[in-house]
């Protein structure tokens, strides 16, 4: 059964930073493409990052490279780090795995909330 666990998320304040972890279970990670996604209230969730089963990361172009997405194998960890946090930040962020024969499977999620 596989299984994906958010973890970080809480009340920042803008300018700070985050670190989200994305545990995985049940899955052959080092083959797995990991992407994170987010949702704000009222808004359809959203692409935020990407780390793929080949290594190659990319970010959605409205981040301006705030945000970096690295994987740890021996862990079957992917992080998010989150910096210079803005209140339109605030989303819960979801954890998504993509096997390589493209089942794909979503973690519960972890609220972020940016605010002063």
């Known amino acids: 059964q596989v299984q994906l666990v958010e973890s970080g998320g809480g009340l920042v304040q803008p300018g700070g930073s985050l670190r989200l972890s994305c545990a995985a279970s049940?899955?052959?990670?080092?083959?797995?493409?990991i992407n994170w996604y987010r949702q704000a209230p009222g808004k359809e969730r959203e692409w935020v990052a990407v780390?793929?089963?080949?290594?190659?990361?990319n970010y959605a172009d409205s981040l301006n490279g705030r945000f970096t997405i690295t994987r740890d194998n021996v862990r079957n960890t992917v992080y998010l780090q989150m910096n210079s946090l803005k209140p339109e930040d605030t989303a819960v962020y979801y954890c998504?795995?993509?096997?390589?024969?493209?089942?794909?499977?979503w973690g519960q999620g972890t609220q972020v909330t940016v605010s002063s």
């Open positions: 998504n795995a993509v096997a390589i024969a493209g089942n794909a499977y």
């Open positions: 049940g899955i052959i990670f080092s083959t797995t493409t």
């Open positions: 780390d793929t089963r080949s290594g190659v990361t």
